[in-house]
């Protein structure tokens, strides 16, 4: 749930609600782009906004990803703590304890794993088990505004957006709003692409 958090308030710039031949055209090139990966390595900033807080709290780490599943999501200050998708699996770590959930026997677990992969990649803006998707473009970039329509999604988010690049389809920023009016912002910074990871990293000891 912690990683869930990923969400801020929508900037003052003008959305403007793409057609349908341009929806189609950003979401061919978005998924065109998603298949051509095999890897991501990058660095992420997340700024979490509570409603019942004034001050924002800031987090950075990095995170791995792996065309075969693999996910590797890693807070590093102001504290630590590692999130890790392998195998079928969930495992996550804090400086206490580490839990392991098996992905198979939890719906929600599969939901969120889906989406994560989605906010990294952004596979499935055409067939989302999860969202209903509407593009737009924002100044220079493309905004994918996501509406749950999943009843765990529903339970969670009132609304995500993936924010990309058009230069190289990928995102570069994702905005979630929570049920309970919490938002959150993750930036990713230093993406790299197909480059080799060590299989050690989607493993926590």
């Keep these: 749930m912690l990683l869930l958090a990923l969400w801020m308030p929508m900037t003052a710039q003008t959305m ?13 090139k978005v998924n065109a782009t998603a298949a051509s ?5 990058c660095d ?10 004034n001050e924002k709290m800031v987090s950075k780490g990095t ?3 792996t065309n075969a599943g693999q996910l590797r999501w890693e807070y590093q200050t102001p504290y630590r703590y590692i999130f890790v998708i392998n195998n079928g699996k969930v495992t996550m770590k804090s400086a206490s304890k580490t839990t392991t959930v098996n992905m198979a026997s939890s719906r929600l677990f599969q939901s969120i794993a889906r989406i994560m992969v989605s906010s990294v990649t952004g596979k499935s803006l ?3 088990q999860d969202f209903t998707v509407q593009m737009y473009t924002a100044g220079t970039q493309w ?6 329509k999943s009843s765990e999604m529903k339970k969670m988010f009132k609304q995500v957006r993936l924010y990309f690049n058009p230069a ?3 995102v570069s920023r ?11 912002l993750i930036e990713l910074t230093g993406v790299k692409t197909n480059t080799a990871i060590p299989a050690s990293n989607f493993t926590i000891k």
């Design 143 to 148: 905004v994918a505004v996501m509406t749950p």
């Design 16 to 28: 403007k609600k793409a057609s349908p031949a341009q929806a189609k055209e950003m979401i061919a």
């Design 37 to 41: 990966i095999r890897t991501i390595k």
């Design 168 to 170: 190289h389809s990928m």
């Design 126 to 128: 055409s067939n989302s």
């Design 44 to 53: 992420f900033t997340q700024t979490k906004k509570m409603s019942f807080l």
């Design 174 to 184: 994702v905005e979630m709003t929570e049920k309970n009016g919490d938002t959150t």
């Design 63 to 65: 995170m791995n990803y």
